[in-house]
């Protein structure tokens, strides 16, 4: 190895982030590989022979090649009052192979079709976990093979599909990036601090207080990756990335009913982030109270007026109202337009498509999407990246500037208004990495001190008119509550058909006396009505900003739509979106309404 | 035997049959030779019976009233290491408790599960919950009740379905059979099985494996794993039934992928299972069935493709097996009879001959091994908790009972023991251990003989040999016509004139079971043994099949639907001319 390798490879390890030319005989001449990295050599010199010699005669070659890898161990620990319900530790590696044919302007990609290619092996699957060369280089040349077999059987098919447009689209299909080199020091899972299942079991054993749940369960997630993305352009990536979570839910029924249910979650980069379990017990405490709250208090009614939203909500909000519009992807072509329908009906239509340059909020207020930012106020973010999973360089993309709309978060996948990535391409795991949110920041230049805006909310509900006005303290989450996946389908399904129009799901809702101020916790409500348009008319906004933390979740009809917002570290994408509290000044809360089960028929068994 | 009906805590340590006021058909003898190993009652135990008594209490006085509820818990412990191409796919242990609670609303003769129409009313309400591993007793008697619950309203909502619907007059003689079987409650706590494990061996194993087959170009992928299962299963009824077993298996599967130049694709399997640890097979063994199986694929990949063909064949014992449990034990299957989707192919042929007489076949879930070989289809209990039970479904070519779980049929009321299911589905009845016995028996080499005679016989130019059976498909459904396919791995054609072997690819079986069963001519005298999983309505199941050689007077076979995929456009990268010579 040269001197010249040697210390680039050092350098490398410094965090040092090279952007290279596209010449392909430049970068492998950087290329590092100081820590004699095997899955690093066998990706890049399985690249090599695919890149110089695949091609089927009388077919296009590949113009594009990527392989990506994931490293991922996993310790996952389950507990429910107390008892161990699960704990699993893994090691796995998957790697996925993406081949384009045709060229930047036109390609295989940004088409669906109900048939294809059916390889026997896949571009995608499970490799070794040993770093062992022979048996990589023989998987990811199957995996190749295969690739490029689908995109020229998927480039024909788009191609004769195009044939039928009056007026095809002169989007491009994929954007040219400069290729970027980033290999991070590999780095060990460290978890081993604390006793996870110990902790487990305490924490959840908070909540045996609480006879009168029906079920609860808290899990621990950590999540220990390294990703490894190579590109026949020459971009090399090698990074690190972790992620601690607790998640907890719990549910029960009121007197009359009412499925009634609540959660908690508190997410981390580190295992030894996690708040100790000392701090969670309170956490669950406070929950568990909440929830038998919620059991006695009042049924919602119908209201229309005034209501303030407090941070955690806000920002539980605008990740669902954001999540389909701040995309600026091209939709795929499709054989139909099922799919769009369907997208649409979930609350996947963007509402700021064609809006660039005009005004979708109130002036005074700026929305950034800024993965680079690895903190707030001293709370670590977990939007944060170097490099997003397409291997683009993380950007700060003022999106909403004064309340004029000025950018869109961008993949590699091109839209009508902006053509580069600007480094939001972002998956879960090996999935097709989208446009998508990391950190977002929703700020105003003249936010209001809590009193302030108590005090111009109070003044909105007397000019109403109202004795009493609403505030919104948390947003519901559904897929961290429930612990069983009918539950969770039961409400996603209720919820999802009214996503489109705006329909949200509050979960701590009080009623607040205009006179007195005293609070009453009220069950059953939810919001409509709540898109994007709606913030044109924000009556107030304040200084209290927070970190609402949350996983995107990816799952196919969640993923770029409002339901999106519910996710968990199960397969999620750690987002962060930094809010205030919010004052509108009319939105339309809907009272309880459906039809309530019946209470079990036998009381439950003691549970101590 | 002691007639007892109390369910006094004192007896629940006995391993006893209690006897009701039933009327029975024969009862299965404990089983002989079988040390009955008692162990101490698990916390699991003891929460099913706290919330079964008090569940039973509140339900039976309900409207519907309930008046069957069962608990199960299975707990499962299982290692799992996987290589692929020389290296260490995964490695890890799981442990699991899964909770699956059966309420059953109305009475024996109708209730909850009645099919009307042909659909089920959706009794399931629920697949069952995770509960802990820890032995805690309250959360466990939570999980129950919760589970409880949303079966019961499950089975009530369905109930006034099946009640209220018109269809439920319009039935055939085979719909008016009752909905489930009195049967024997069993009490039978005995000793829960685990096991100790060092992965760190057989990771270096399945790595050293897979590196064997790397050596060949025509594998192009190749996965080895070995599997310890440990589990245990918990149960108890509401008509007393108490039940705590474990049992614990091992498994090596060896898999490679290849493909022939028009692309076909070419797998080839084997697996090893054992009990005793000590009965793992030896590196040598593996390395020994690892070679036969790159042999078998460099010639699968390079033999002819075969032309449609109908004429003799010779099955060896172990495809044999397989066709017996694809083409016969499947349609043997009592609730079969009853479903009127189904083709219900030997319904009425009870007291009939649908085999040559000198076949016999019979189903024995008590057997545990077949000579040296372990059977997977061994049980001491069904998923019903019906004590397994040998069946004799064909005596000397008569066709003589069914496979039974609690669901019976007019002049089968009875379960015997075949209710089987995958954790979290309601059992059916299913095979266990399949076994084909044989008075017409001869030498496998004299088989061979009698193959080339009746080829001669038949004026045709070869016959062939069916050496290995991937599995296949059975159509038993009324949609679809009465036939089957088995996807034969390795087929030999055999000539008359003495010309060695030629092996063929791209066959596939077809056939209709009447006619197939009943051009048997002969068979082998060596019993061969397919261990395998089998998937049907109720989920996938250990079974095992146990047959000799059989000859076929005819058997036809068609072309197999192939890839369009060619094989890879590079050559492997281990054995890569051009790089190689880069290298040099």
Redesign the interface.
């Known amino acids: 190895m040269s001197r010249a390798r040697r210390l680039l490879g050092v350098a490398s390890c410094a965090l040092a982030l090279l952007a290279l030319p596209l010449s392909l005989a430049a970068q492998s001449q950087v290329a590092p590989s100081a820590d004699n990295d095997q899955t690093l050599r066998a990706m890049r010199d399985e690249m090599r022979r695919s890149r110089d010699r695949l091609k089927l005669p009388s077919q296009d070659p590949p113009y594009y090649l990527e392989f990506r890898l994931l490293d991922i161990e996993q310790r996952s620990i389950v507990a429910t009052f107390g008892a161990l319900l699960n704990s699993t530790t893994s090691r796995n590696r998957f790697m996925d192979v993406n081949v384009r044919v045709g060229d930047y302007l036109l390609d295989s990609s940004n088409f669906i079709s109900d048939e294809g290619f059916r390889g026997f092996i896949g571009s995608t699957g499970s490799v070794g976990i040993d770093g062992d060369y022979d048996s990589l280089r023989q998987d990811l040349w199957l995996a190749t093979d295969q690739a490029y077999k689908e995109s020229l059987d998927q480039f024909s098919r788009k191609r004769a599909y195009l044939m039928s447009l009056a007026r095809p689209s002169d989007i491009p299909d994929f954007s040219r990036q400069q290729p970027v080199v980033l290999l991070d020091p590999k780095v060990a899972a460290d978890w081993t601090s604390r006793d996870w299942e110990t902790e487990a079991r305490q924490v959840s054993a908070a909540l045996r207080a609480f006879p009168e749940l029906y079920a609860s369960r808290v899990t621990y997630h950590l999540v220990h990756m390294t990703y490894y993305l190579l590109t026949s352009e020459g971009t090399e990536i090698r990074v690190t990335r972790s992620l601690a979570a607790i998640e907890a839910g719990l549910d029960t029924q009121a007197d009359d009913g009412m499925r009634l249910h609540h959660f908690y979650s508190s997410y981390a980069n580190r295992p030894a982030e996690l708040p100790p379990a000392s701090a969670v017990r309170k956490d669950l405490d406070r929950v568990g109270r909440e929830l038998l709250a919620l059991r006695a208090s009042p049924l919602a009614t119908d209201y229309v007026g005034p209501v303030l939203f407090e941070p955690a909500a806000t920002g539980s909000l605008l990740a669902q109202m954001l999540g389909p519009s701040v995309s600026g992807a091209r939709a795929p072509l499709a054989m139909g337009t099922v799919f769009d329908q369907i997208m649409d009906r979930m609350g996947g239509r963007s509402e700021w498509n064609g809006r660039l340059n005009t005004r979708v909020f109130p002036a005074g207020i700026s929305l950034v999407g800024d993965p680079t930012q690895k903190d707030f106020q001293g709370q670590p973010l977990l939007g944060w990246f170097a490099v997003d999973d397409e291997g683009v360089r993380a950007q700060r993309v003022p999106l909403v500037d004064n309340g004029i709309l000025k950018n869109l978060l961008m993949s590699r996948r091109p839209g009508a208004d902006f053509q580069q990535s600007n480094g939001h391409g972002r998956g879960s795991y090996l999935s097709e990495p989208r446009a998508a949110m990391a950190n977002v920041f929703f700020q105003s230049s003249d936010g209001k001190s809590k009193e302030e805006l108590r005090k111009q909310f109070a003044d909105l509900c007397r000019q109403a008119n109202r004795e009493w006005c609403v505030v919104i303290r948390q947003m519901d989450n559904p897929a961290l509550a429930f612990q069983r996946q009918d539950d969770f389908s039961d409400v996603i399904g209720a919820v999802a058909g009214g996503a489109a129009n705006g329909d949200r799901l509050p979960l701590l809702v009080y009623r607040v006396n205009v006179a007195d101020g005293r609070e009453e916790l009220m069950r059953g409500a939810t919001l409509t009505g709540m898109k994007l348009r709606s913030l044109r008319n924000i009556a107030g906004i304040g200084n209290d900003y927070r970190a609402f933390q949350y996983m995107q979740s990816q799952a196919p009809g969640f993923a770029g739509t409002a339901l999106s917002a519910f996710g968990s570290a199960q397969g999620g994408v750690p987002t962060s979106v930094v809010a205030p509290s919010l004052l509108l000044e009319e939105v339309e809360v809907r009272g309880a309404r459906g039809e309530p089960r019946r209470a079990p028929l036998l009381p439950a068994p003691p549970l101590n | 035997m002691t007639l007892q009906t109390t369910r006094s805590p004192l007896f629940l340590s006995l391993a006893i049959t209690i006897l009701l006021a039933v009327p029975t058909i024969a009862l299965p003898a404990p089983q002989k030779g079988a040390k009955p190993e008692r162990a101490a009652k698990s916390a699991v135990v003891s929460a099913m019976e ?2 079964l008594e ?2 039973l209490a ?2 039976r006085t ?1 409207d519907p009233p309930a008046y069957f509820i069962n608990y199960t818990v299975t707990e499962q412990q299982r290692a799992e290491v996987q ?10 242990e ?3 408790r899964w909770l699956e609670t059966s309420v059953r609303v109305g009475g024996y003769e109708l209730d909850n599960t009645r099919k009307v129409g042909g659909r089920d009313a959706g009794y399931q309400a ?1 697949f069952g ?6 032995d ?1 007793v ?2 466990l ?3 129950i ?2 589970e ?2 949303r079966q ?2 499950g089975a009530a909502e369905a109930l006034v379905k099946i009640q209220t619907g018109k269809e439920v007059k319009v039935e055939t003689a085979e719909g008016r059979a009752p909905d489930f079987s009195r049967e024997q409650p069993q009490i039978w706590i005995g000793p829960t099985a685990q096991f100790q494990l060092d992965r760190r061996p057989w990771e270096e194993k399945v ?1 050293i494996y ?1 590196r064997a087959f ?1 050596n060949s170009p025509a594998i ?2 190749s996965i080895v794993s070995f599997n310890a299962l440990a589990r245990n299963q918990y149960q108890a009824s509401s008509e007393g039934t108490r039940l705590q077993f474990g049992d614990l298996k091992y498994r090596l599967e060896l898999f490679i ?1 290849g ?1 022939a130049p028009d692309g076909m ?1 070419i797998n080839r399997y084997a697996n090893f299972d054992w009990i005793d640890p000590a009965d793992a097979p030896s590196d040598k063994a593996v390395f020994a069935r690892a070679a036969e199986l790159t042999k078998e694929m460099e010639a699968l990949v390079a033999a002819p493709l075969v032309e449609p063909y109908a004429g003799p064949a010779l099955l060896t014992g172990r495809a044999a097996a397989v066709f017996f449990h694809e083409v016969f034990g499947h349609r043997a299957e009592g609730h079969r009879q009853k479903d009127i989707n189904e083709g219900q192919t030997f319904a009425r042929k009870v007291g009939e001959e649908i085999f040559p007489t000198f076949l016999s076949v019979y189903d024995d879930p008590t057997r545990a091994r077949s000579g040296s070989e372990v059977l997977l289809g061994h049980y001491r209990y069904d998923d019903e908790g019906v004590p397994a039970q040998r069946v004799t479904l064909v005596q000397s070519g008569v066709l003589k009972n069914f496979l039974m779980s609690r669901s019976p049929l007019i002049g089968f009321p009875q379960s015997n023991g075949h209710g089987r299911r995958q954790v979290g589905l309601p059992p059916v009845s299913r095979q266990g251990n399949l076994i084909v016995e044989s008075q017409r028996a001869v030498s496998n080499a004299k088989l061979r003989e009698m193959l080339i005679e009746e080829v001669k016989r038949q004026g045709k130019p070869f016959g062939l040999l069916i050496d290995d059976i991937a599995g296949g498909f059975t159509f038993t459904g009324r949609g679809a016509p009465q036939a089957f396919q088995i996807n034969p791995l390795v087929v030999y054609r055999v000539y008359a004139d003495g010309r060695p072997d030629e092996l063929v690819r791209g066959v596939d079986i077809v056939g209709t079971p009447l006619v197939s069963l009943t051009k048997i001519l002969a068979t082998g005298d060596t019993p061969e043994v397919f261990n395998g999983y089998c998937g049907a309505e109720s989920g996938s199941i250990p079974v095992a099949a146990v047959s000799p050689a059989i000859l076929i007077s005819e058997m036809e076979i068609q072309k197999k639907e192939t ?1 369009t ?2 094989p ?3 050559p ?3 054995h ?1 001319p ?2 190689e010579r880069k290298a040099q």
């Not at chain 2, 290589?83 to 890890?92: E, K, P, R």
């Not at chain 2, 919950?129 to 820890?134: F, I, K, R």
């Open positions: 706290q919330e008090r569940s509140a339900l309900a290589g692929s191409n020389g290296a260490l796919l995964s490695s890890q799981t442990r699991t629920s919950t995770a509960v802990p591993l820890d805690d309250p959360v008697r939570r999980a009740w919760s409880t619950d019961y309203r790595r897979t790397h192009l992928n992928q493909k694709d890839s995929d060619r890879p456009i590079l492997p990268p281990g890569d051009v790089a």
